[in-house]
């Protein structure tokens, strides 16, 4: 668990590109802003959705929060100290596999668990979050044998291995089919209540935010900026569609918010 | 299951299919050429000076000789070649320093040193080991920078969040990413040392398969040049079998079957 405490991020990039790209318009040499003054502060164990169009620096404003990329100004901090680099505090779960792919599922889940000294507890630990996530007899195999909702598991193994005070996910329910989405969702639901980390999840589904959400923050366009923030206080399992009102009516309004004016 | 039997029957006799058409054209090219067994000796001829060759045991003599020499000049460019293409791929300070200097002595043949390698290292193993080396060395490093180059930069991405330290970072991701790209330089490489010590052997030494087929030039035995000729054509194809073979370990192969 812990608190984070965004304070006036912004992030510019340099364009670096000699051709100019069809239609951005950019010369070489320009800046270009992505994240834009973005304040936001977690709670201890909260978890956050973060929404917003596509390329609006969402990837990057959780980049900065993992320590691999630094902002142009403002401060991020962690339980009021400041990120200065990676760390294996805050795991980051990619959108494509981050699995290491020489190494199996049990050995991937080792990785964070590697400077144990006593080999028996380690495996005993091992193996204890490979069946928390339901691939126990799939400890042997490389992810290369899995399917992608077993390899996007067996990621979240490893991150939960370390025991991180954040989880950072990019993504995690991206490429995989309806079904195996919607169970994923809810284990990621059921990790949270369990577990009680704070959590910083960035999708571009609306459902999945409040269904999921503690909070839910939406990004505008590029430069980005904080459109909206807003704590959802409703109790788990959510039912999105037609029984809670109030989120069925926030539902249409992030719709809105992202430009579609109808929604299903 | 009828498919696969009929494949693995193709597979095991094409080849020697091919390899009688091949007996059989030369055969056919000896007889209607009307030249002299001297100037192109037939299969028959070939084959019986071979028996000879190898009753009085000299074309293990020379093979072994080889081989040792294409071993050693190999494994050297090997061990120094594959860190320091490990070297050139991470650190952007020596690459900067070093590839220019790879790059002008790479195209360079192995053989525009061979008065030099003389010079230096006299007559005898030594100078056909340093052509071999040279010949696969270059190779070995460019294909190993370019392998890590390549190495997908989310891994390392999850080794800075593993904390991991710069052996960690080495041994834990840079050497299994790189191992089939490297596996294949290797393979690649092994077959040019094995066209170099031929050539090398015809100058610098008085033993192995290139002195055997220039020695017989000298004595115009056209059927020990030709006894020679197969053997170094039988241990490529040995050559690239193992070096086959070694891609297929499991670590090795994570590439292979991925995407």
Known sequence: MAHIQINNLSREFVNRRKKEREGNGLDYGEKVSVLENINIEVEDGEMVCLLGPSGCGKSTL??????????????????GKEVTGPSSDNIFVFQHSGLLPWMTVGEN?????RHMEDEQAKKVEIQEYIEMVELDGFEDHYPRQLSGGMQRRAELARALAVNPDILIMDEPFNGLDFLTHMKMREEVVNMHQFLGKTVFIVTHDIDDAL?????????????????MNQKLDF?????????????????????????????? | MMTETHSTLTKNIAPVLSFTVLVLVWEATVRLSGWDTNVLPGPYKVLESMTELIANGSIFKHTVA?????????????????????????SQI??????????????????????LAMLWFGIGDKPAIFLIFLASFFPIVMATTVAVHSINPTYFYVAANFNFSRTEVIQKVVIPAIIPDVITALRLSVAIAWVVVVAAEMIAVQSGLGYLILDS????????????????GLIGLFLDYIMRRLSRIESASWGVKQA
């Open chain 2, 66 to 90: 080889s081989l040792f020499r294409v071993t050693l000049g190999f494994y050297i460019a090997a061990i120094l070649g594959i860190p320091l293409g490990i070297i050139l791929g991470r």
């Open chain 2, 94 to 115: 020596a690459s900067i320093l070093f590839s220019p200097v790879i790059s002008f002595l790479r195209p360079i043949s192995p053989l525009a040193w061979i008065p």
């Open chain 2, 217 to 232: 030039r000298n004595g115009l035995r056209m059927d020990y040049v030709m006894d020679g000729m197969i053997v170094i």
């Open chain 1, 62 to 79: 959780l980049r900065i929060l993992a320590g691999f990329d630094k902002q142009t100004s403002g401060t991020v901090l962690i339980d």
């Open chain 1, 109 to 113: 889940v080792e990785l964070g668990l």
């Open chain 1, 211 to 227: 269904i999921m959400g503690d909070r839910v923050v939406v990004f505008s366009k590029r430069p980005s900026q904080v459109k």
């Open chain 1, 235 to 264: 109790p788990h399992p959510r039912i999105v569609f037609n029984k809670q009102t109030e989120l069925s009516q926030l539902r249409d309004e992030l719709f809105l918010m992202l430009g579609v004016s109808y929604a299903v």
